[in-house]
């Protein structure tokens, strides 16, 4: 009888980062990381978050960010993720594919936009118009309080 076990806690691998002391040290080193030189300590933890790629992988990576950069700056859309794809579509960025379709969304927009404006330059007027109320009203409280103060010095001398 072989007393060979194949339960994971005889290999070690216990969980996806190793044994308990593995898992330990690292806490530690990043805890360490972070208090010496905390750039080395986040790059290690994104490292660790990533699920520890290779260094090919990480020259991929960066291979497809430099694409992305050099497609943005050459206006095309050659290495643009589904993200920003799904993003420029729901804000109008790009078109549709239908002419129609895009010419009644331009249409709309800027009807839109003229609306904002006139909004805009009523809420300006109305608030000139208050403000000219105040003004009003603060003068006719001033002037009653210098006709009161008048009143009051003129009977005082005599």
Excluded at 65 to 80: F, H, I, L, V
Excluded at 104 to 126: G, H, I, N, V
Aim: glycine share 10%; proline share 4%; aromatic share 12%.
């Amino acid at each position: 009888m072989s007393q060979s076990s194949t339960s994971p806690w005889a290999s070690g691998k216990t969980c996806r980062s190793g044994p308990f002391p593995k898992k330990s040290f690292e806490i530690g080193a990043i805890v360490v990381g972070f208090i010496y030189w905390w750039p080395l300590a986040a790059a290690y933890v994104a490292w660790k978050v990533a699920g520890y790629p290779a260094l090919s992988e990480l020259r991929g990576l960066a291979n497809r960010g430099s694409a992305w950069g050099s497609a943005w700056q050459s206006g095309g859309t050659p290495g643009r993720s589904r993200f920003a794809a799904a993003y420029e579509a729901a804000n109008g960025v790009g078109t549709t594919g239908n002419r129609a379709f895009d010419d009644y969304r331009k249409a709309e927009l800027d009807r839109l936009d003229a609306q904002r404006k006139a909004l805009a330059e009523e809420s300006r007027a109305f608030s000139e118009y208050v403000e000219g109320l105040k003004r009003a009203k603060d003068r006719e409280e001033f002037d009653a309080y210098m006709a009161q103060k008048r009143a009051a010095d003129s009977t005082r001398s005599v």
